[in-house]
């Protein structure tokens, strides 16, 4: 059944009033017609059934009918990555909300590269993907922040898996002794970080240092194999 997210309250009856191009979607391309139904989540109130109550020329209005799911919460884990190239941001984007991450939030670094980013585009393949498998919410993707300045602020209860592609500990033994709690996941850049920073970052009594393997990763690959054993380790995978 087609799943939509709707940013609008869900009660029994309401009226909700999809975005344009949603709308274009119901209409013409799946070509629901009055009476056919949907799910739709709006990330606070669970999943609804809905239906189609009127096909307006300028857009589609649905009713709420029922609750069919409880709200579930992602597990308490966030992706920090480089501004890497635009194909491999939006794979990494659309992977890690496919594995449950709740927040993606963008890095500078010392080696980052300048790249032209479009927050919009990034919002929509989160939602797109969250809609398309399952999920009862969609991670924010943050604007880029510098490194330093997020070590700065840092809430010392949230564990950091530094990814290192100098080395480290075995991932999943690694994570699993730190224990389970709120994580934070971070990539760096194409040129990876620079000395300072990986010195900064082994430093931090927060910081767990793992390796992802003989192989140095892209970014995009690494992000998802990161989220994939994490997962593995303290994750929501056996609920």
Known sequence: ???????????PGAALAPTLDQSRYLAQVMRLKVGDELLVFNGEHGEWRATIAEVLKKGVILRA?????DQINPPDVELLIATVKKAALEFAVEKATELGAA??????????QSQHLRLDRL?????????????????PVDDPVKLERILDGWDPTRRLMFCDETGGAPAIAAVQAAGAGPW??????????????RDRLRAL????????????LRADTAATTALTLWQAAVGDWER
């Not at 009918?65 to 799911?69: C, I």
């Not at 993606?104 to 010392?110: D, M, Q």
């Open 1 to 11: 059944m087609i799943r939509l997210h709707l940013p609008q309250p869900l009660s």
């Open 65 to 69: 009918e029922e609750k069919v799911r």
């Open 103 to 112: 927040r993606i939030r963008l890095v500078t670094t010392a080696r980052t």
């Open 123 to 139: 919002d929509a393949i989160a939602e797109e993907s969250a809609e398309q498998t399952g999920r009862l919410d969609v991670p």
């Open 184 to 197: 934070a996941i971070l990539i760096g850049p194409e040129g990876g970080f620079s000395p300072e920073e």
């Open 205 to 216: 009594p927060f910081t767990t240092a793992v390796s992802l393997g003989p192989r140095v």
